[in-house]
């Protein structure tokens, strides 16, 4: 799997208000980011499960990104904040299993940020490329 | 002993007066070592009520399964399992009555059956234990032609050793003295958490490696609440049911992530494990956690509502971009 032309596959959950629209904007503007994140609309950040993630990671993907709207945007007023104190728990949970830190990243962009959409997926992208393959909970591979 | 008699005391008065329609609490268990639950409904039968350290079993499990007013005998831990189910909307506090008992911790079977090379149900090493007794801080074990002493506080469960909430923080009725202990560190968790992500990958794979999927310690614990678990969905089925690793890991990760903000480290869990999986960790690691950015304490006040249910403005971000 480790070859020099390994690229990571990042599963990326934006929120339909914020991330989504920025990520939209970085395209219309046409801002170049790495091609590596699948994007998964979702009402709101509020909306991602933590075992979307847990599952993300069990089927293969090297790295997974979550979006959403900047504290006190929220379109449904409070789901970002209730996401935020999941996120922070799910994070802790993955790297005190053993879950390489970097592997899960969380963001907020809004929609007038196609720029700092572009730039966390850069960043992104860089650290899952520096951590490798994802081996550990996937499933049917030998961590 | 006192403990049991002002309990069954107390008990009578509350099924007499009508102050509770059940009482739940502990009575002797088939096996030694062993106590069962006791549902009370009449008070004739308070006598066959006990309690002493081997009543392990977290009763706040039960109070679902039943109607009107019910009466928990609550060790520490089982108070503060309950504070949580009210808090978390499971029962109405007026429907619940606390009869706290302090508790100065439970013994773990495997620990006694370890030092003596002997079990219940066992003929290997020393044979069956026949028969326990506990008196002044120490436990009697007795098998067929044997006998021994052993130290209570040698045999205790791990959770008991680092207990802070000896007594229910939150009460109707308390019987006999509180206990006022400050609990120790958990050092073990504090040396976890230097080793590095391999290390405790490893560490994770071996111990998890062991589970046979059985749910026990889900069906004991009494902050595993869902009516339908995820784990018996199939649609969408989250994560397969078979013991493969990647599976039996991500089953562990649910199951401490959704007791975060809950778990009350009882120990019912480990206790019931029947191959000796060691999950405290995890949820030692979660309660910290919500400790340390939320605030947040489980089951010792009605006042605040569930960390993950609630959020403040504040709350820390430092790891979003």
Known sequence: METKDWQPKILAFLCNWCSYAGADLAGVSRIQYPPNIRAVRVPCSGRVDPIFIMKALQQGYDGVLVSGCHPGDCHYISGNYYARRKFALIKTLLEFMGIEEGRVHFSWVSAGEGEKFAEVVRKVTEDVKRIGPAKRLVKGVEA | ?321
């Open chain 2, 1 to 321: 002993m006192d403990i049991e008699k002002s309990i069954r005391e107390e008990a009578k008065k509350l099924l007499d007066e009508g102050k509770v329609d059940v009482l739940i609490g502990y009575k002797k268990g088939t096996l030694p070592l062993r106590s069962s639950p006791a549902f009370i409904r009449n008070s004739e039968d308070v006598d066959s009520l006990i309690f002493d350290p081997a009543c392990s079993n977290n009763l706040a499990l039960y109070i679902k399964r039943f109607e009107g007013k019910v009466g928990v005998i609550a060790k520490g831990c089982d108070g503060r399992s309950l504070t949580t189910l009210v808090v978390d909307r499971q029962i109405d506090k007026d429907r619940l009555f606390v009869v706290g008992v302090p508790c100065s911790g439970v013994v773990d079977r495997r620990k006694i059956y370890a030092k003596l090379d002997a079990c219940p149900r066992l003929r290997s090493g020393r044979g069956e234990i026949a028969d326990c007794q506990f008196s002044d801080g120490r436990v009697i074990v007795r098998g067929r032609d044997w006998q021994e002493s052993l130290d209570l506080s040698a045999v205790l469960s791990d959770s008991c050793l680092i207990c802070r909430h000896k007594t229910p923080p939150v009460y109707d009725l308390l019987i006999g003295e509180e206990i006022k202990e400050e609990g120790k560190p958990v050092e073990e968790l504090e040396a976890f958490k230097k080793k590095s992500p391999d290390e405790r990958w490893r560490f994770f794979e071996e111990e998890l490696s062991k589970c046979i999927r059985c749910y026990a310690c889900r069906q004991v614990c009494p902050v595993c609440l869902c009516e339908y678990c995820i784990v018996d969905r199939t649609m969408p089925l989250w994560f397969g049911k078979t013991t493969d690793l990647s599976d039996t890991i991500m089953f562990h990760l649910i199951r401490a992530y959704h007791t975060a903000g809950r778990c009350v480290d009882c120990g019912a869990c480990v206790r019931a494990c029947p191959v000796g999986v060691d999950f405290r960790l995890l949820n030692k690691r979660l309660e910290d956690e919500v400790k340390e950015r939320f605030g947040f304490t489980a089951g010792v006040t009605l006042g605040e509502p569930a960390p993950l249910s609630a959020y403040k403005e504040e709350d820390k971000e430092e790891f979003i971009m």
